[in-house]
Nanobody
Framework: QVQLVESGGGLVEPGGSLRLSCAASGSSISVYDMAWYRQAPGKQRELVARKISGGTTVYTASVKGRFTLSKDNAQNKLYLQMNTMAPEDTAVYYC???????????WGRGTQVTVSS
């Protein structure tokens, strides 16, 4: 079972950048599909980006070209580089690990990201 802890959130001005980190423990993230989700106030949690184990990365349309997901199996960490940020990116961002053989999801507690001038 994997435990996930997010960090790196905060307040940033429109057009700015942030880098989120997700530190995993208890299991290697190399066997999981890893993803970032976000949930804005009053809205449902939505997928931001997902990297399939050993495969490609997919992004939701609103962040394509601005956000980059990366995975460091050696450090057991997941990252989300967010550039050219906009107020609509304001949300709590969650790290997710999905173990596909059992279709089991694991979640971190989230980190708040606020984009405002």
């Amino acid at each position: 079972q994997v435990q996930l802890v997010e960090s790196g959130g905060g307040l940033v001005e429109p057009g700015g950048s942030l880098r989120l980190s997700c530190a995993a423990s208890g299991s290697s993230i190399s066997v999981y599909d890893m993803a970032w989700y976000r949930q804005a106030p009053g809205k449902q949690r939505e997928l931001v980006a997902r990297k399939i184990s050993g495969g490609t990365t997919v992004y939701t349309a609103s962040v394509k070209g601005r956000f980059t997901l990366s995975k460091d199996n050696a450090q057991n960490k997941l990252y989300l580089q967010m550039n050219t940020m906009a107020p609509e990116d304001t949300a709590v961002y969650y790290c997710n690990a999905n173990f596909r053989p059992l279709n089991r999801d694991y979640w971190g507690r989230g980190t708040q990201v606020t984009v405002s001038s």
